[in-house]
C-alpha cells in the first residue's frame, strides 16, 4: 500500500497537461491537432500563458508541476507544516469521485466500510517488529494532552495492520466467520524528512485501505486480482492514464507480505515511472502474528477431548491514494449590445446549464462581471475543463452554441436541440482519444531489450526496459548499480537528468511472445543466467 | 460545532430500541401494537433477549447502551487507546447514508470540498485567544517524529477555524470571490479527560464542517437556515428522530459567533436533551480576527489615491457528527426436506434478494449453514433491520413470502409478484410510523411551565420545560442553580438520578400562542421581570 493521492494527483495533471499541451501545439505542426485553430483562439492561448503557467514541462518540470498544482487552484502549500498541503476542491473533486466508483465496486463484492482509530500504541505498532522497521522513522508520536504529559506516547497511524489485525483475530471463529472484508477511507502520517513534494511525498495524505481475511488461499488470490482490475478502471478508464499490471519481484514487494500486485504508470517528461496502486496477498504471515485462527472445519474437536485443527485464515490488503465538467461561458458582449440582448443570452446559459445538468453532467456557468472572456477561457482551461460552450447573441439567434474541446483546441457550432446528446458524446470522444494518445506514448516508451547494450542507453532516453530475467535478488542489486550514473543525490533527484539506478517494477502480467522466453534456453539480459520471464525496469519515483 | 458522530448514533440506537421495545411490549398491553404476535415471535423475542440485550434501558440506561451498541456490532471498544472506539460497518453505513445526502445538498448550494492537514503549528492555533481558550485543555500534542524530538510541538485540530481563515485571508480579495463556500469531511481530536463515552464523548470522532464567507450578512442568515433545515432532514426525514429547531441563548452560543440555531433532541429514558447539530453565523468576529477583507464595491479607490474602504467579510460555520436493509431467511428446512427443495428455496432468495437490489432497496440474505432460523431472526434484528422475509418450501409452492416488520412485530404474507412495490411502501409506512411514535414522545414530554413551582417537579419527572423567559444570563445561571440537587457529581452524571442543573436548550422558532407571550405584561418564569419570549430549558448530555 504505498501509493497515495499524490500519484494519482500528480498523473492527472501530468496527463491532463500533456494533452493540453498537445492539444496547443499546433504551431510546431504536431499531427494530433485535427484543425488549425483560429486566430482568436491563439490569442486566447497566449492569454493564457501569461496568467497561467510561466515555464514548459521540458525545460523545468519541477516548477511547471507546482505551478499547475497551484494556478490551478487544486492545491495550496500550507505554510504553518511543512509537508502538509490544503486540497482544494477541484483536486478533491477527483478524488470523491475515484471514491465513489470505487467504493461502490467494492461493495458489490462483499467489503464493508469501517474506521478504526487513528491512534496505537506504542506496544501495539511495535508488535510485528519487521512491519514496524519499515515505519518507525517516520511515525509521529503524542506526547502531550493540554498541559500534560501522557503516560505513554501514542502513534499517529502510518497504516492500519497493527491497529485492525487485534480485532481480526477477536472477531474470526469459526470458518462462518469468513471471508471478512474490511475497508476505510481515512488519513494517514508519515512524518518523511526527505524533501517534501505536493502529493509526491507529504506528511499526511489521504487513502482507502481494504484488509480481507478469507479461508482458503484460493480466495484470497482471486480478489488480489479483482481489486488489481478495479484500480486499472480507475486510472485508464476515468482518469485516461495508461498503466501497465504486473506482480513485483521478491525484493519489491511488500514487507511480510507473500506477493504484491501492482499498477506501474509512466510519466513521459521525466522518463520515470510511478507506482500507481498496489494489491498484496499477504498470505498467513500476518494471521500467524496476530493469532487469527479458525478451527479447521473439516477436522473438528473430536468427542474424545481431541483438540481440533487450527488453521490460520489468508489474508490480503490494497490500497489506492488521492475531472468532467462543462463550463459556459457568454460572449461577444460589445458596448453596442442592449441590456434586454445580455440578459437573454443570461438566460439561455442559465438554461444549458440546468438541461445539461438534468442529463447528469457537470456543468457551471461563468456569468461574473468585470473579467473578459478571454480571462475566463484562460481560468477554466487551467483547471482542466474538457469542454467549453460559447454563446452570444448571434449564437442565440442562430439557437446554437459554439463548443471547444479543449484536448485538441477543435470547435464547432451544435444546434442547441442536440445539446445533451452532442456533448455527452464529445465526453466520450474525449476520453477515448486522451487514453489512446497517453497510451500511445506509453507503449512507445516500452523498449524490448534483449542485450545488455541497449539496457542503460534506453533508460537514458526515457524509456523503460522490458527484457527476459532470472529474477534473482542479487541480479537485481546488480542491475541497479551498473544503470546508476555515479552523481551527487541531488542530481540523482533532478527530474532533468534522471541517473539514479533502475529497478524492477514488475513483472508484467501480459508477456511479450516476440521472441518468447524459451525455458532452458533464453539468458537473463544481465547476469547470463536463465531468465524466467520478461521483468519491467525503470526509474522512478 | 459541537455535535458529532457520537450523539447522532446514541439516538439512533436509543430511538430503534425504543422503537422496538414498543413493538414487543405486546405483553402489556400497550396500544401501539396492531397485531399480537404468534406464539412464535414471543419465542424468538425470548431467544433475541437471552442472546442479545441482557438489561432494559429502564434498569441502567448506561449497560444497555453499550450492549446495545456492542452486540448489535456498531461499534467496538479500542483497549489500546482509551477514548477511542472502533466504528463498524452497521455504524458507518449509517454514517455514509447521512453523507451522500447531506453531500449532494450543500452542493446544490454552491459548496465544494476540500481537505485541510489535521496538524496546526501552535503559534497558529493560538492566534485567537478566546477561541483556543475553549479548547486548549483538550488539544493533543505531537512532539516526536521517528526518534527526533520535533523543534515545536505541533497540535491535532479539534476544530478547523485557525487552520482555514489564514487561507480565506488569502484567497478572498474582491467581492467577486464571495461567496466562499467550503466544506470538509474529517476526522478531529478532543482530548477530553471526562469518562468516555462511547459516541457520546470519544476523543477522536468524525464530523462535516462547513466555513463560508459572504458579503452581506443577509445572504450568511439565509445560509444559516438553509444549513439547519438540512439538518432537520437528516434527523427527521431519514433517522425518524423528532428535533426541535431553535436559537442559542447568549450563554450557550458558540463562543466568538454572532449567534447560534440549532436542533434539540429527547432521550425519553433518562429525559435528558440531546444538542444534535448547529449552525453558527460568527458574524464578522473571525474575518477581523484574520483580516478577511475585501474593497467595498460601492466605495472604491479613487484616481485622487484615495484608498477604498474596507469590509470584513461574513462568515458562518456548521457542523454534523456521525439504517434500511431487508433480511431474507430460508424457514421451514426440516430434515425431511429434500436437497432438491433445499436448493429451490434458495435459488428463489437469491433471486427475491437481486429483484430488491435492483429496486435500491438494500437486500441481503442470510443462507449461513448451521445456524437456526431462530438465530439468524435475533441476530438481525439486533442489528436494527426493519424487514425481515422468510422463504420457505410451502411458500415456495403459493409464490409468497411471509414479510415481518421489526418496528411492530406484524407478520403479513405478501405475493411475489407484488414484492418490490410492498416492500418499498413498508419501509416508508415504518419511517413514517417510527418518526410519529417518536414524535409523540417528545412533544408528551414537552410542558409549558408559567409557575417557578412546576418548573423542577416537571424537570424531576423527565421532561423539558417551556417557559416564558427574559433571556438574560444571570437569570439562566439562577436557574440552572435553583433546579440542581445537590448530589455529588458521579450521581448528577448519573443517568437513573439526574439531578444537575437545567440550561436553556434554545429558544424555539415556533413559539407556543397559548397563552402568547404579551410585551410589557408576561413576566418570566423565574426572575419575575418581563419575559421575551418562551425558552426550552432541560437537562441535557
Redesign the interface.
Known amino acids: 500500500m504505498s501509493s497515495n493521492i499524490s500519484n494519482e494527483a500528480e498523473e492527472i495533471v501530468s496527463q491532463a497537461n500533456d494533452q493540453a499541451q498537445k492539444g496547443h501545439s499546433s504551431k510546431s505542426g504536431k499531427k494530433s491537432t485535427p484543425k488549425k485553430p483560429s486566430k482568436k483562439t491563439e490569442a486566447h492561448i497566449e492569454g493564457a500563458s501569461q496568467l497561467g503557467i510561466e515555464v514548459r514541462k521540458e525545460v523545468d518540470f519541477s516548477l511547471w508541476y507546482k505551478q499547475v498544482l497551484r494556478r490551478s487552484e487544486m492545491l495550496?502549500y500550507?505554510?504553518?507544516?511543512s509537508g502538509?498541503?490544503?486540497?482544494?476542491?477541484l483536486a478533491?473533486?477527483i478524488?470523491?469521485e475515484i471514491q465513489n466508483f470505487f467504493d461502490a465496486a467494492i461493495k458489490e463484492l462483499g467489503v464493508?466500510?469501517?474506521?478504526?482509530?487513528?491512534?496505537?500504541?506504542q506496544?501495539?505498532l511495535e508488535r510485528e517488529k519487521d512491519h514496524v522497521e519499515g515505519f518507525?522513522?517516520?511515525?509521529?508520536?503524542?506526547?502531550?494532552?493540554?498541559?500534560n504529559n501522557m503516560e505513554s506516547?501514542?502513534a499517529?497511524r502510518p497504516t492500519s495492520e497493527t491497529v485492525m489485525y487485534?480485532?481480526f483475530a477477536?472477531w474470526i471463529r469459526t470458518h462462518?466467520d469468513l471471508p471478512l472484508k474490511?475497508n476505510q477511507w481515512?488519513?494517514v502520517v508519515r512524518?518523511e524528512?526527505k524533501n517534501p513534494q505536493p502529493f509526491i511525498r507529504t506528511?499526511?495524505f489521504?487513502w482507502q485501505e481494504g484488509h480481507t481475511a478469507h479461508f482458503t488461499k484460493e480466495e484470497a488470490d482471486t480478489e488480489v486480482y479483482q481489486i488489481l482490475e478495479l484500480y486499472r478502471q480507475v486510472y485508464e478508464d476515468m482518469l485516461a492514464f495508461p498503466v501497465i499490471k504486473g506482480i513485483k519481484s521478491e525484493k519489491e514487494k511488500f514487507a511480510g507480505g507473500l506477493y504484491t500486485t501492482t499498477l506501474e504508470g509512466f510519466i513521459p517528461t521525466t522518463g520515470r515511472g510511478v507506482q500507481a496502486a498496489t494489491s498484496h496477498c499477504l498470505g498467513q504471515n500476518f494471521s500467524k502474528m496476530f493469532d487469527i485462527v479458525i478451527e479447521d472445519p473439516n477436522a473438528p474437536a473430536g468427542p474424545d477431548g481431541k483438540d481440533a485443527k487450527k488453521m490460520y485464515v489468508w489474508q490480503n490488503s490494497w490500497g489506492i491514494s488521492t475531472r468532467a465538467i462543462v463550463i459556459v461561458i457568454p460572449c461577444g458582449i460589445t458596448s453596442k449590445t442592449t441590456e434586454d440582448e445580455k440578459k437573454r443570452v443570461e438566460d439561455k446559459i442559465n438554461h444549458v446549464v440546468k438541461e445539461l445538468k438534468s442529463a447528469e453532467i457537470k456543468a457551471k456557468s461563468d456569468l461574473?462581471?468585470?473579467?473578459s472572456p478571454g480571462y475566463k477561457f484562460n481560468h477554466w482551461e487551467l483547471k482542466g475543463v474538457p469542454i467549453r460552450l460559447e454563446i452570444g447573441p448571434r449564437d442565440l439567434s442562430k439557437e446554437q452554441t459554439l463548443m471547444i474541446r479543449r484536448d485538441n483546441g477543435v470547435k464547432e457550432p451544435i444546434p442547441l436541440a442536440d445539446l445533451t446528446s452532442r456533448i455527452s458524446d464529445t465526453l466520450k470522444c474525449i476520453q477515448k482519444d486522451m487514453f489512446d494518445r497517453a497510451k500511445k506514448v506509453y507503449d512507445d516508451h516500452v523498449k524490448l531489450v534483449l542485450n545488455w547494450d541497449d539496457f542503460v542507453p534506453n533508460l537514458d532516453n526515457k524509456n523503460f526496459v522490458l527484457t527476459p530475467w532470472c529474477e534473482e535478488e542479487k541480479c537485481e542489486d546488480s542491475i541497479k548499480e551498473k544503470s546508476t550514473r555515479h552523481t551527487t543525490e541531488q542530481e540523482a533527484e533532478d527530474e532533468k537528468a534522471p541517473s539514479m539506478g533502475a529497478k524492477s517494477l514488475c513483472i508484467p502480467l501480459e508477456q511479450p511472445n516476440d521472441p518468447p522466453i524459451i525455458p532452458g534456453e533464453t539468458k537473463c539480459v544481465s547476469c547470463g543466467a536463465l531468465a524466467k520471464r520478461y521483468a519491467l525496469f525503470g526509474r522512478s519515483y
Open positions: 495550496e500550507y505554510e504553518e507544516v502538509c498541503y490544503i486540497i482544494r476542491p478533491y473533486n478524488w470523491q464493508e466500510n469501517t474506521y478504526f482509530p487513528m491512534f496505537v500504541s506496544r501495539q518507525a522513522p517516520e511515525v509521529a508520536w503524542v506526547t502531550k494532552a493540554g498541559s506516547p501514542i499517529i487485534p480485532y477477536k462462518r474490511l481515512c488519513n512524518w524528512f506528511r499526511e489521504l461574473r462581471e468585470n473579467y
